[in-house]
């Protein structure tokens, strides 16, 4: 079974600092996909960012980059130079496709991130 | 944003009643998604469609129905509802396509069964 875990139910950073948000998963598979998504408060869902197990470098968006660790089976995002518009919550997904073209999303409980000015 | 729609936004209903939730997208996505997403925030796939007459039940059991008569159109019924149906219900789409399976979402139909 897949499951995704995010330890920090909430989390709080100040204007401009640095802050990484944790994200564990587990799976027998080789071959996935991991994203961030960011849900504001009262607004649409959206991704943040997404990363290829299979890919070994570290995908980075603007402020927003990732430490994939396959082995370990992390995906920590990290947000740099935090903005008050940062303020959501973030989900951690997990994504694999079966033979015969379905896939499945797993979301992870979300941490809900606060940034302070 | 994504062009994918979602009515109403806000829902108050009373037990018994009949609703539809309406979900539409402009992009030409196959693949079409319901999540609901309880008060702690974590989400649960209720339903999903990969083409038109193409629908499953996904992980979450629910009594709610779906039905893909149009790419575009993935509207989602119950019957009647009930106070345990309160919930926040999110529909996403995407391409089969080369697209990294990304996911767009809906604004969500926040709904409360009275």
């Known amino acids: 079974a897949q499951t995704v875990t995010q330890s920090q139910p909430e989390m709080s950073v100040q204007e401009a600092e640095t802050v990484t948000l944790s994200c564990t998963y587990d799976?027998?598979?080789?071959?996935?996909?991991l994203f961030w998504y960011k849900q504001p408060p009262s607004r649409q869902m959206i991704l943040v960012i997404r990363?290829?197990?299979?890919?070994?470098q570290n995908a980075t968006e603007n402020r927003f980059s990732v430490n994939f660790q396959k082995a370990a089976k992390s995906f920590s995002l990290k947000i740099s130079d935090s903005q008050l518009g940062d303020t959501a919550m973030y989900f951690c997904?997990?994504?694999?496709?079966?033979?015969?073209?379905?896939?499945?999303?797993?979301f992870g409980k979300g941490t809900k991130l606060t940034v302070n000015p | 944003e994504a062009d994918i729609y979602q009515t109403p936004r806000y829902l108050v209903i009373g037990t018994g009643k009949k609703i539809t939730l309406e979900c539409s997208q402009t992009?030409?996505?196959?693949?079409m998604y319901w999540y609901q997403q309880d008060p702690g925030m974590e989400l649960h796939l209720i339903h999903y469609?990969?083409?038109?007459?193409?629908?499953e039940k996904g992980d979450l059991s629910s009594e709610s129905t779906v039905s893909r008569i149009r790419t575009e159109h993935f509207p989602l019924t119950l019957e009647s509802a009930r106070p345990s149906h309160t919930s926040q219900y999110l529909c996403?789409?995407?391409?089969?396509?080369?697209?990294?399976?990304?996911?767009?979402f809906g604004p969500g139909t926040r709904l409360t069964v009275t």
């Open positions: 990363q290829e197990a299979y890919k070994q």
């Open positions: 996403a789409s995407r391409t089969s396509g080369i697209s990294l399976y990304e996911q767009y």
């Open positions: 469609s990969y083409g038109v007459n193409s629908t």
């Open positions: 997904a997990f994504m694999k496709r079966f033979q015969g073209g379905s896939e499945k999303l797993v």
């Open positions: 992009m030409g996505h196959d693949k």
């Open positions: 799976t027998s598979e080789n071959n996935y996909y």
